[in-house]
């Protein structure tokens, strides 16, 4: 069988929970996409100019980081943990819907900062249940979680498509329209028709073009309403509706249970392990333990190089995709703009298939394994891209090839750094927040390189990370080989304390049995 029995004996104890945190990510994905296709109607809607409706990205963007960071809070119970799911998949239904109602640009970076904070929860709360739930086993489950963003993030552009108004606001100058038609063209991941940029001062005809993008904002809320309900049921099952959180188990008892056979007496030990290490809390309760002074150097190091690794390569995600646009348009290559459009969804389409095949590939082979071949293989990719810089179809060929190798880092780096730690300290919570800065500085470094630069400088930038990525890679590989030989020699030595005791017990029975007898 092509998976083994183990495994699946282990989804089926466990399927409507890890099905559950399967659907809440997908409104992560269809939350993260939707901004990018629909920012011009959404700047005729605030009446506001580019400089100002960028900023829905930054506060999006950074509350995510935020939500992140702190969403390790609520894992204390299932209680908890169930709750701010709920609270958070309907927060992004509610946003959704009262999107075509923010007027102004401080309304709507208002309701993405709210979007942002839930969406971070989301993500810092699914990766952590699940590694609870499946430990070494983890990693087959995290690539399918990870597969649901990609999977929604090709939704919600599809959605709007239809919707999106072509002609913009009509108030914009000739310059003006340009720009806004070529931002429009990075961001919505789908052509558009060629536009005449002369025509934009000639004044319309028809007057200005109604947007009736609000139906596809209602839409994205109705098709994400079923994800809290799915929690909501998830709950109910779980008998916690009508209790309080104080008399609801922990979620790490319950997984223990639920584990039984595999782990045995291991359950306790665990709890323990956790309680002394901190556990996956989130990451500012995780600086302040006390009991973590005593680790080795090597415990915080796996936490730093592996939180840099997925800093360097969600950063790549997201600039690729932010700015492959505008590096086809711009010369040597000079792409049409209804060509270029279609490099950002190859891009995405290439990040869910890769997330799909990773799949059966984490239970064949080794995280470890799969994170040196995704980097090599992302830094060859992004070499031959430099090396054939004004091959317009290789550009289409390493964009897929781009998206198949960095789509299943961040899972295979999640469950790598957690088995090493022995599934103590904080890693889920330090690296998510990681991937988010990453992502987050990564997009304003490149986009500022490129304007001064030129787009050459696109995937130069992209190679200069990629390679700094795998130089931390092997840092990281290093500390790992150095936490082993401390755990080594930390079990060698309650061995060698353990062993003399016994000696001691051995000899006071011999030595009260001798005595027996002579009496």
Known sequence: MFVDERIVTLFKRNAHHTLTYWSVFFSFGLCIAFLGPTILDLQCQTNSTLSQITWVFFSQQFCLLIGSSVGGVFKRTLFSALSALFISALIISIIFAIIPLCNNVLLLAIAMAVSGLAMGIIDTIANIQLVTIYQKDSAVFLQALHFFIGFGALVSPLIADPFLSETGCGNHT??????????????????????????????????????????????????????????????????????????????????????????????????????????????????????????????????????????????????????????????????????????????????????LLSIPLSYRFQPVRLLMFNIAGAIVTVLMLLIFYTSSIFLFVGTCLCGLFLSSIFPCMLAYTEDILDYQGCATSVLVTSAGMGEMVMQVLVGSIIQTEGSYSFLLCGMIIACIGFIVFIGLLLFHRMHRNYLTGTTKKSAMVEEPATEQNGSARTAQKEEIESS
């Open 174 to 355: 000739g310059n003006g329209t340009e720009i806004m038609h070529h931002f429009r063209n990075m961001l919505r991941n789908s052509p558009i028709a060629e536009h005449n940029i002369t025509q934009s001062h000639l004044p319309h005809e028809g007057g200005e073009d109604e947007s009736s993008v609000h139906y596809a904002f209602w839409i994205m809320a109705l098709i994400n309403l079923p994800v809290p309900i799915a929690v909501l049921f998830l709950m109910y099952r779980e008998q916690l509706i009508p209790c309080c959180p104080s008399s609801s188990p922990r979620l790490l008892d319950k997984d223990e249970l639920a584990m039984e056979n595999q782990q045995g007496a291991e359950g306790p030990d665990v709890e323990q392990k956790e309680h002394e290490a901190g556990g996956h809390g989130d990451i500012f309760s995780c600086c302040q333990n006390d009991n973590l002074r005593g680790l080795p150097i090597s415990f915080f190091m796996i936490h730093i190089l592996g939180g840099m690794v997925l800093f360097m390569t969600d950063g790549i995600v997201g600039a690729y995709a932010g700015f492959v646009y505008t590096y086809g348009v711009a010369p040597p290559l000079s792409l049409p703009h209804k060509t270029a459009g279609y490099l950002a969804s190859i891009f995405w389409a290439a990040i869910t298939a890769g997330r």
